[in-house]
């Protein structure tokens, strides 16, 4: 049993008036009589329990029965704990060290109840990419200290280029890590898929951060595609859809107008990729009214998906 379980069952035995004294933590978990001293020391001086000794009941008992340990009442606080611990594990970070050991001083630390917690809590999130450790290291060591960074980069099409980063900020965008930077090879705000950058090694500080990116840079238009926004689209959601979509949060501008048939979801793109994604998505349920353009390309991709399943 860990100090921690006899902590929480020295307290309980105190909370229903048993008079536990030394003798009686030795004899029932086989302790030596310092390490059972030292827990009655531990919960009196290191959590602060109202510890008072009764000479006539030969025990300790407390002199406010209102007192609690950490966490003991907070099962939502206990949840949150092991809710952002597996949501790490599920953002592709489960593979660090540092995670490891994170859960087993959480263990350590918390109730016990936080391992069958752990058990019983699952977040399930797609396509979430591993990350190699030295890179992710150099990345927050860089983003933290505030140092150059260079990276061997690979795009989208398999092209290689090396870069000299000033690294801004980490974002996790539907279980994928971003680096927001600003590219001296480009000399501008990039956004960097962080699955493709196949080296990193953090350099020189940055004596003060030259190159801040706009507040709009991230959040001015809809999806993980930055830019200055091109236009606002209005999509026309019916049947099953309507009911997702009524209740879900794209962007912090979006306008939802509710019709008898569904709902008109209005919303600021920048780039058509995501948006067209998240329409083909939900089928015949969802219509692009605006802009034409986007429409096009929607027609356009559906009438190549089409071909494809055409018998020859």
Known sequence: MSQLERIYALHQKLKNNRYPNARTLQEEFELSRATAHRDINYLRDRLLAPLAFDSG????????NAFSLPFEDSPKLLFLMGLLNKMADEAGLGNLPEMH???KRLSQLIAPGY???MENVSCQWIEVEDLAPSIFESI?????????????????DAQMSKRTLEPLQLVNYQGRWYLLAYCYLRNDHRLFHMARINSATSGKKC??????????????AFGIFTGKTRYQARILFTGTAAELVRRQHWHEKQHMEKLENGIILSLPVADDREIMLKVLQYGSMAKVLEPESLQQRIAQEIEQMALQYQKR
Do not use: C, M
């Open 57 to 64: 009941k030969n025990g300790y008992y407390y002199t406010d």
């Open 101 to 103: 050991k994170l859960e």
């Open 115 to 117: 391992e069958q917690l």
């Open 140 to 156: 927050i060591e860089a983003v933290l200290q505030k140092r150059f960074l260079e990276i061997e980069y690979q795009s989208a």
């Open 207 to 220: 004596n003060k951060q030259t190159h801040p990116a706009p507040e709009s840079f991230l959040h001015g």
